[in-house]
T-cell receptor
């Protein structure tokens, strides 16, 4: 099992460009999440999907859109990148119960110039 | 008041020391408590998981939860240089949509040989 995989590992964008971060999990989990991690700010939830076909906003959704393509895949799209979106992005997955822990991918480092 | 407070450190200790990492929280509905370890430039990985109050031990690691004080701790005995990482506490509550985790900002630990 690969667990949670993310592509790309690293990306440089210019302000205004768009891109999609990809995430896939092979653990048959119902729930998937996108976080960003910034120095001094910890992990902040951007969007999550409790189950296939549903998505909800997290703490910092502005400037992002998501798609739950199927049970395995959950993508994060930046339509018009801004320097404030420079961050490390983590995807995670879990069973859809509060008792279940989340499993994280290796992260995507994004630099917006 | 933030839902979860965690001293960011950094914390630097000599090899063999006992390390104590702590988080406080304000939401009395939290029932599930986790500690994640994050090595530099990697995704967080689950280290310890505790339900409700009490202690849990796993090798050199002990997790404690005191729900009356809204306080959780992670103890590392005989710390090793390989324990150098950022440690994040996380917690969740029962109830609808409560599969979301609330994270502390993380404490950076360095164990010096």
């Amino acid at each position: 099992n690969a667990g949670v995989t993310q592509t790309p590992k690293f990306q440089v964008l210019k302000t205004g460009q768009s891109m999609t971060l990809q995430c896939a999990q092979d653990m048959n989990h119902n729930s998937m999440y996108w976080y960003r991690q910034d120095p001094g700010m910890g992990l902040r939830l951007i969007y999550y999907s409790a189950s296939e076909g549903t998505t909800d906003k997290g703490e910092v959704p502005n400037g992002y859109n998501v798609s739950r393509l199927n049970k395995r895949e959950f993508s994060l799209r930046l339509e018009s990148a801004a320097p404030s979106q420079t961050s490390v992005y983590f995807c995670a997955s879990s069973e859809a119960r509060a008792s279940e822990t989340q499993y994280f991918g290796p992260g995507t480092r994004l630099l917006v110039l | 008041q933030k839902e979860v407070e965690q001293d960011p450190g950094p914390l630097s200790v000599p090899e063999g020391a006992i390390v104590s990492l702590n988080c406080t929280y304000s939401n009395s509905a939290f029932q599930y408590f986790m500690w994640y370890r994050q090595y530099s430039r990697k995704g967080p990985e689950l280290l310890m998981y505790t339900y409700s109050s009490g202690n849990k031990e796993d090798g050199r690691f002990t997790a404690q939860v005191d729900k009356s004080s809204k306080y959780i701790s992670l103890f590392i005995r005989d710390s090793q240089p390989s324990d150098s990482a950022t440690y994040l506490c996380a917690m969740s509550a029962l109830g609808g949509g409560s599969e979301k985790l609330v994270f502390g900002k993380g404490t950076k630990l360095t164990v010096n040989p």
